[in-house]
């Protein structure tokens, strides 16, 4: 593998200048471990069984890759160099596909952004394990199952179609997706399909992999570490957007959401994050676990639209696909609402068709009764323009905002305005 990501990094590409056709394995715009895996193993597949020029790209600037430390731990584990693997900002996709080199190949997602909407007619190939989105082509053979990890499918490829592509990096690479993917293969978790189970076996079969307890124990444990992150690295180190009218990031939080809501300015700094990226709400889900072990899950909302907030709230709160059981725990800050999540095993895979069919009947104009619908056409003017979704490049427009910079109170104080005129 070490090889091969070298290889990859000696590549020159000039997007500009004349070239060879470059086939790219992009992963999600989250980058989990899951992510990474899969298109660092499937470029290798691809490289080994005949593409001249594959490349694996990781979905996010460089400089973000420490706010996934159970990426980076996992990479030092198999003393992988960091440093070779190839970033979203070092590589112009959209430069190489309007010259007409580009082929693209998506795992962990199966729909790119509406960032990304340009580059769909250099898709070519979808692995995925989320909820099938994409319209049927028949330039585009799509694998999509509700497995627990992409990486099981990813796996299942390989050893159908080249098993001896599988060595003991690969394998280990793969192996710890899938645990850690799937709560340790642990039924109780709701993440387990019996393929995630058969696959594992196979691979614990063929190579001496580490005991399975150990490694998803130290990548849970450097997972959940965000000693030292600020609030923003916090909301970035597991997030994603989606778009609609509204602009909605839902980031993981790794800690307790009664100690994320402790900080004196967090607001501030919620209302900074959402004016930097373009976002009209946040949606936080934390994750953290009880002296057994057991996982407890909490929901907040935050917004400065009270409409906005509410809106969705009560969307998530009636919500029976699935039903979240959602029950109220205090908030310190009065634009955010906080909940219990009774439903432990609706992870953030299954809250995001619920957040979409929400933007879709927002979008419809299907919710009215005096609430986000209404208050929604009012805002509409007074928006900024949408960050593409996830992008954070150097020199956003938004960096600096619109001159003069609004603050979190002109914000709030220029929605209470609109929302009280009749």
Do not use: W
Not at 207 to 224: E, G, I
Not at 242 to 252: C, D, E, F, H, Q
Not at 259 to 286: N, P, R, T
Not at 294 to 313: D, G, M, T, Y
């Amino acid at each position: 593998m070490e090889e091969f990501l070298t290889s990859c990094r000696a590549v020159k590409v000039d997007p500009e200048q004349p070239g060879p056709g470059v086939h790219v394995v992009l992963g999600n715009e989250a980058c989990d471990v899951d992510s990474m895996v899969c298109a660092l193993t499937y470029a290798y597949f691809l490289s080994k069984t005949g593409e001249s020029l594959v490349l694996p790209l990781m979905n996010i600037r460089q400089a973000e890759l420490p706010l996934r430390s159970d990426n980076v731990f996992l990479l030092q584990q198999l003393d992988l160099n960091q440093d070779l693997l190839l970033f979203r900002d070092q590589l112009d996709l959209k430069t190489l596909h309007r010259h007409g080199r580009l082929r693209l190949t998506l795992v962990d997602h199966n729909v790119l952004p509406s960032s990304d909407s340009d580059l769909e007619g250099a898709v070519v190939e979808v692995i995925d394990h989320h909820l099938l989105e994409r319209e049927p082509s028949p330039s585009c053979p799509v694998t999509v199952e509700t497995v627990g990890s992409c990486a099981t499918l990813v796996t299942e490829r390989i050893i159908q179609k080249a098993p001896e592509v599988l060595n003991q990096q690969v394998a280990h690479l793969l192996y710890a997706a899938v645990v850690l993917d799937c709560v340790n293969m642990a039924p109780s978790a709701g993440k387990v399909t019996r393929k995630d189970s058969e696959l594992v076996a196979a691979l614990e079969t063929r190579f001496v992999l580490p005991h399975r307890d150990d490694l998803f124990n130290s990548l849970h444990q450097a997972k959940f570490n965000v000693s030292g992150l600020s609030t923003e690295q916090m909301l970035l180190k597991d997030m994603k957007a989606v778009s609609g009218s509204l602009n909605v990031a839902i980031s993981v939080l790794y800690l307790p959401v009664q100690d994320f809501l402790k900080g004196a300015e967090l607001e501030a700094e919620l209302s900074d994050f959402c004016l930097k990226f373009g976002y009209d709400f946040l949606l936080l889900m934390s994750i953290s676990h009880d002296e057994k072990k057991e996982p407890i899950r909490e929901l907040a909302v935050f917004s400065h639209s009270a409409a906005c907030r509410h809106q969705v709230s009560v969307y998530l709160e009636q919500a029976q696909s699935p039903a979240l059981s959602l029950r109220p725990i205090s908030s310190p800050h009065p634009h955010i609402t906080a909940y219990h999540q009774g439903n432990t095993v609706a992870s953030r895979k299954k809250l995001l068709p619920l957040v979409k069919d929400f933007l879709k009947e927002q979008d419809a104009g299907c919710l009215g009764d005096g609430r986000l619908g209404d208050a929604a056409d009012e805002e509409a003017e007074s928006r900024f323009p949408p960050t593409p979704m996830n992008s954070l490049v150097d020199g956003c427009p938004l960096d600096a905002g619109p001159p003069p910079r609004l603050s979190a109170r002109d914000l709030e104080e220029k929605i209470s305005q609109m929302t009280s005129d009749p």
